[in-house]
DNA sequence: ATGAAAGCGCTAACAT
DNA sequence: ATGTTAGCGCTTTCAT
């Protein structure tokens, strides 16, 4: 592979003019321009970023933290984050955390090693006070989750209103049994969710009942399958279930059905997030829209913005409640 | 940031020394590396892995080609992937290339410019042309998905093998009139998987009809919806369906039933992946299960292996016929 | 408009 | 066992 100093040489003029048409700039003849391309072309040269990442100190590169890709909620932010780094000459760095200690570090230590320009963390599970640490000394954003008490920026959607707005609507249909299956309250969203099912609770006087409130430690469709079992088995069983992730909801859906009751009928189902396969399941999923494009082209450009120095504000952005046939009588 | 240079500065040494505690070199003494290590430990010191790379001209960065992060088949591949690459010190960068020649480019360019020690292809609308030109002056591997004309090593299933049990599984449950929901035979699994139907059809003599070989031209859902309306519409409806994959299958399950007609009784089904929504649906689907995870390790042990100018030679992985309630009568 | 040369942070060959 | 030094490929001052 050819280096600078070959093209010059080929070229017959300076590494410093090589470089000057790199770089575009204006200062450049026409003639020398042309010389120095065709050496390029016919070098077959690829300027190398790790020379210049090291002179510019910097790599152009942006982590992305995620819990893990297999929940798709993350697909559309990652797309929008993608895009708006492309548009502004970043790559983006995907690092499945698995919300392992361990994985993180690694990817810490990639942007200390200068070998990415700064991160955007989606990972509820992230160690915050390391992070915040981080935060002190490098560009950082948070996406969706975000530590309350910290200092770094982020971008998230209102998750007590969406979540009030849910069981609001569940209870304008008459219910008055309405089940929580929430995650881990360690994560603030899982809190503020709570705080919005429990507002529109007491909004219409009904009354706030732990045996109707489930936790779980993970996403995925078998803990709600879990956690909608022991929902049924409380003597008084719910007529409605909200809960905070459509995963979570179609594996409560799954349940339902293996009980040989009816959604909407015995039970009504809200979801959270709005995945794909919300649309597949029958009956469809009542779910909370974010707007995960949006949400992913704001994180990176407000990561952008933090790398060049400049003020960044944390920004709410919109939500909304998409009715289908899982609370459709 | 604090560099090479201060810490040995600091520590009384020359950047040689430190250099060599850093690479744990034996030859040096425990109380030199004493006073080193506490010299990093002060000044919190981190080596910068630009410096080191472009000396090393290496990058120990992997990078991984999937046409769609939202497509979970690929989810346990890029575990396996990312933990042997991680176990030998290497770290992936997940590059979702919608399939876009455009983001390709740029991906390939970072192999070019040295960001990237090499390439896992999994995105069967990779330009093949190009990649086999890179893959004569760059390590690269496909996974799944490969071309056969090529020289380029890949790890894979017999798709032929798998599409042929899976229909044979239909044709032993009694069915004649198999349909196939088949992806865009550009692709080479597509055209295996189609080989395995036909072969199952022509060994119990069962007539290969092409109204009942549908392909779309992408895998989501909505596709698979808009396969079975088509194959619901021929005046002789299939009783059995094959697709070749689990999300195709799934929305082809969800316009069954809008069709008021049930699976297996009506149309018994079959997909391929074992996706975990495959397990969420009602009824649950019977499909063929890749070894996605040691795929993926296979898959970035011949990576490492081709980057350290190793011989590497293709594998073939055993897959397996999960059978579920859709073709359970 | 172009060239010469320093230097980004690190490693390794060579010297001591 | 440790130090000196060249050089990886590039950009950017400073001269000319």
Not at 24 to 31: D, M, S
Not at 62 to 86: C, H, K, M, Q, W
Request: hydrophobic share 40%; with cysteine; aromatic share 6%.
């Amino acid at each position: 592979m050819a280096n600078i100093q070959e093209v010059a040489q080929k070229a017959g003029v300076s590494v410093a003019t090589v470089s000057r048409v790199l770089n575009q700039h204006p200062t450049v003849t026409a003639k020398t321009r042309l010389k120095v391309e065709t050496a390029i072309e016919e070098l077959n040269y690829e300027p190398s970023m790790l020379g210049r990442n090291l002179r510019n100190s910097e790599s152009r590169l942006l982590l992305v933290l995620i819990p893990s890709i297999s929940n798709p909620f993350y697909t559309e932010i990652i797309n929008g984050i993608e895009d708006t780094a492309i548009t502004n000459g970043y790559n983006i760095l995907l690092c499945d955390t698995d919300s392992n200690p361990q994985r993180e570090h690694i990817y810490f230590n990639m942007v200390k090693n200068k070998l990415a320009d700064g991160i955007i963390s989606m990972d509820p599970a992230v160690d915050m006070e390391k992070l915040n640490g981080l935060a002190m000394q490098y560009p950082i954003i948070q996406c969706s989750e975000y530590d309350e008490k910290g200092t770094i920026p982020y971008v998230t959607i209102d998750n007590q209103l969406a979540a009030y707005r849910a069981v609001k609507h569940l209870i304008k249909l008459g219910h008055k049994k309405i089940a929580l299956i929430n995650s881990d309250e360690r994560f603030l969203y899982a809190r503020e969710r709570r705080a919005g099912y429990e507002q529109a609770l007491r909004e219409f006087n009904l009354p706030i009942q732990e045996k109707w409130i489930y936790h779980t430690n993970h996403l995925e469709f078998e803990f709600g399958q879990q956690a909608m079992r022991k929902l049924l088995q409380t003597e008084e069983k719910p007529t409605a279930v909200f809960s905070v992730s459509d995963t979570l909801a179609i594996g409560a859906l799954k349940e339902i059905n293996a009980h040989e009751l009816n959604v909407p009928e015995d039970i009504a189902l809200v979801g959270f997030d709005k995945i794909s396969f919300s649309n597949m399941t029958n009956p469809t999923l009542t779910t909370v829209s974010q707007p995960m494009y949006k949400m992913g082209c704001t994180a990176a450009d407000m990561l952008i913005r933090k790398i060049h120095n400049k003020d960044v504000e944390s920004v709410i952005l919109d939500h909304e409640l998409v009715i289908r046939e899982s609370t459709m009588g």
